[in-house]
Antibody, heavy 120, light 106 residues
Framework: EAQLVESGGGLVQPGGSLRLSCTASGFNFGDFEMNWVRQAPGKGLEWISYIYARGSTRNYAESVQGRFTVSRDNARNSLYLQMTSLTVEDTAVYYC?????????????WGPGTMVTVSS | DIQLTQSPSFLSASVGDRVSFTCRASQAIRTSLAWYQQKPGKVPKLLIYDASTLESGVPSRFIGSGSGRDFTLTIDSLQPEDFATYYC????????FGGGTKVEIK
């Protein structure tokens, strides 16, 4: 069974940095595009980044462009999100999600999420 | 950048009702759209991809339609477990999500 598990969330002060990780199992991680999605408390879903299977192409939502960097290590079945210059508006549950190429790249497997709280 | 607008934001309905809600893209996106269901405290669940293809294991009462700019998710005969928030997502390439439609019990 394909599974994703995020880690690295926590409490950070405004202006600080944090690195999230997502570990995959049960599928060939290196064959899939991966995404980060977040959800602020009581709010809707926000796609924030994707990275192609080989890492050659990455894209970001305008809200995180220039502050967040997505990367992956296919040998470790791991996806990462380096977050810098954090603000209170970045407080959210952060999910990693797999893009399924045979399903129009829709996100078919999600991790349980990791909470990031930006507060002084 | 492409924007997705969902309407209505809230919908009250009864068990057994047929309900529909829409997702409009700011520019044509062919059939590059997916629909998700999310219940409180839970991870989003993929229902439909490529605008109208039912994800494996999803009940056939969920029907996706549309292409270009206008898309619709219909739930034929609403069940108690269907009360949730529904989101559309532009795919290929990814992003953004629509703002969501919350389906509540009347």
């Amino acid at each position: 069974e394909a599974q994703l598990v995020e880690s690295g969330g926590g409490l950070v002060q405004p202006g600080g940095s944090l690195r999230l990780s997502c570990t995959a199992s049960g599928f060939n991680f290196g064959d899939f595009e991966m995404n980060w999605v977040r959800q602020a408390p009581g709010k809707g879903l926000e796609w924030i980044s994707y990275i192609y299977a080989r890492g050659s192409t990455r894209n970001y939502a305008e809200s995180v462009q220039g502050r967040f960097t997505v990367s992956r290590d296919n040998a470790r079945n791991s996806l990462y999100l380096q977050m810098t210059s954090l603000t209170v508006e970045d407080t959210a549950v952060y999910y990693c999600a797999r893009g399924a190429p045979h399903k129009g790249d829709a996100f078919d497997v999600w991790g349980p999420g990791t909470m990031v709280t930006v507060s002084s | 950048d492409i924007q997705l607008t969902q309407s209505p934001s809230f919908l009250s309905a009864s068990v057994g009702d047929r309900v529909s809600f829409t997702c409009r893209a700011s520019q044509a996106i062919r059939t590059s759209l997916a629909w998700y269901q999310q219940k409180p405290g839970k991870v989003p669940k993929l229902l439909i991809y490529d605008a109208s293809t039912l994800e494996s294991g999803v009940p056939s009462r969920f029907i996706g339609s549309g292409s270009g700019r206008d898309f619709t998710l219909t739930i034929d005969s609403l069940q108690p477990e269907d009360f949730a928030t529904y989101y559309c997502l532009k795919t290929y390439p990814q992003g953004p999500f629509g703002g969501g439609t919350k389906v509540e019990i009347k």
